[in-house]
C-alpha cells in the first residue's frame, strides 16, 4: 500500500466521495503538507476496489450516473487503523528555493532575492489561509471529535510558515547586503 492509499481510505473515513471530491478535499485542507494528482488518486481507488478496501456507495439522487461514489469498507478500516498504528517512515523534505539558495552564488543577487521574495509571499498567503481554517475550526471544535487533532496539524502548519517567513526576512537582508557590497 502506497500513502495515496492511506489519504483516501482516511478520506472515506469521513463518509462516501467522489475521486473529484478526494482531490478537493486534499487541495484544500492538505495543501500546506502533502499533494495527490488525479493521476494517482483513480489508479488507488481502482486498485482499493479490486482489494476489498472500498466500494461504490449508491450515487445521491440528482447525481449523474457515471460519478462513481465510493465508500470505505470494514476492511479498509482495519487496514486504515493498522497503519495508524506503524510507526511514522522518515520525512523527505525537499525545498527548492533551499536547493537555489545553495547555487546561488552563481547568480546575480537580485536574481536570488526575487525567489526569496515570491516564497515570501506565497507563504504570507498560507499563513493567512491556516489562520482562517484555524478561527472557523475554533468556533466549532466541539462538533466532531477530529477537530482537536486537526487545529494540531494546523498549528504545525503555523508554525512552518512562521518558521519560512523568519528565514526569509533574514535572507533578503542578506541578499540585500550583497547587492551593497557589488554596487
Known sequence: MNQTNYVILGLL??????????????????RFFW???YGQIYPSLRALCGEGYIGEAEA????PRAKRVY????????????????PVGKETVRLEILLRMYFSHL???????????EFRRAHARD????RL??????????????????LRVIDFGLKANEAYLDWCAETE??????????A
Open 60 to 63: 445521491g439522487e440528482g447525481t
Open 133 to 150: 481554517f484555524e478561527k472557523e475550526l475554533k468556533a466549532i471544535e466541539e462538533e466532531d471529535a477530529a477537530h482537536p487533532s486537526i
Open 107 to 117: 547568480t546575480e543577487p537580485e536574481v536570488m532575492l526575487a525567489h526569496v521574495r
Open 173 to 182: 537582508k542578506y541578499l540585500e547586503g550583497r547587492l551593497g557590497h557589488e
Open 35 to 37: 499533494s495527490e494528482s
Open 13 to 30: 473515513s469521513e463518509g462516501p466521495m467522489t475521486g473529484y471530491d478526494i482531490k478537493r478535499f486534499i487541495d484544500i485542507r492538505f
Open 71 to 86: 465508500r470505505l469498507l470494514p476492511r479498509g478500516m482495519e487496514v486504515l487503523r493498522a497503519w495508524l498504528a506503524r
Open 127 to 130: 499563513l493567512a489561509t491556516l
